[in-house]
């Protein structure tokens, strides 16, 4: 369903690279569903999709969880309106979508998703603000962040967090998923999802 709508939108905007509209189904489908792989979002969970790019992770999350909002942000307009059309167009209502910077966004989620949008650090200063406090998942409310190659650097920092490196807003700990555990096939080999909590 998702892959003939967004080949259509992408010959009229440009939102998914040539190579990878080609493996659309792997690189962004599939991939975004890896977080379906470590938490079933409860009904009335409310999610902030951060940096979505074309919709992604949110327009597949939001399919797989009906009974959860999905809010979906991104600085670029145009892809925006690729990701509300092709919501509007398979009759998702529980999403919606708004072209505002992560940094100026002030609402609370339970849970902030992205892919890969910048340095696990820059994500955190970018949103953490926007994480509730009261949890009514399995995981306790924070950042769940798709992400490849090797993150030990960058997890590096989050230590420093734990150790008081960004204060009483920052998070305490965190778990990294490698998604070559959930799938095989070969492109999942160097991504994991880290949660941050």
């Given at each position: 369903?998702?892959?003939?709508?967004y080949?259509?939108?992408?010959?009229?905007?440009?939102?998914?690279?040539?190579?990878?509209?080609?493996?659309l189904?792997?690189?962004?489908?599939?991939?975004?569903?890896?977080?379906?792989?470590?938490?079933?979002?409860?009904?009335?969970?409310?999610?902030?999709?951060?940096?979505?790019?074309?919709?992604f992770?949110g327009?597949p999350?939001?399919?797989?969880?009906?009974?959860?909002?999905?809010?979906?942000?991104?600085?670029t307009?145009?892809k925006?309106?690729v990701?509300?059309?092709?919501?509007?167009?398979?009759?998702?209502?529980n999403?919606?979508?708004e072209h505002?910077?992560?940094?100026?966004?002030?609402?609370?989620?339970?849970?902030?998703?992205?892919?890969a949008?910048?340095?696990?650090?820059e994500?955190?200063?970018?949103t953490w603000k926007?994480?509730?406090?009261?949890?009514k998942?399995?995981l306790?409310n924070?950042?769940?962040?798709?992400k490849?190659?090797?993150?030990?650097?960058?997890?590096?920092?989050?230590?420093?967090w734990r150790?008081?490196?960004?204060?009483?807003w920052g998070?305490s700990?965190?778990?990294?998923?490698?998604l070559?555990?959930?799938?095989?096939?070969?492109?999942?080999?160097?991504k994991?999802?880290?949660?941050?909590?």
């Open positions: 369903m998702l892959g003939p709508l080949s259509d939108w992408n010959s009229k905007i440009n939102v998914i690279s040539r190579q990878d509209i080609e493996n189904c792997e690189r962004h489908i599939l991939h975004s569903l890896g977080i379906a792989k470590v938490i079933q979002f409860r009904p009335g969970t409310q999610i902030l999709d951060a940096g979505t790019g074309g919709g992770p327009l999350l939001a399919i797989l969880f009906p009974g959860s909002g999905f809010h979906l942000i991104d600085s307009a145009k925006l309106k990701a509300k059309q092709i919501a509007s167009e398979i009759g998702l209502d999403i919606s979508v505002i910077r992560l940094e100026d966004h002030r609402r609370q989620y339970d849970f902030v998703v992205s892919r949008v910048t340095t696990l650090e994500m955190v200063r970018w926007n994480i509730a406090a009261e949890s998942n399995d306790p924070g950042i769940l962040y798709l490849g190659g090797d993150l030990s650097g960058e997890l590096g920092g989050v230590e420093a150790h008081g490196g960004l204060g009483a998070p700990s965190y778990k990294v998923y490698p070559g555990g959930f799938f095989s096939e070969p492109f999942f080999e160097t994991s999802l880290v949660h941050l909590f």
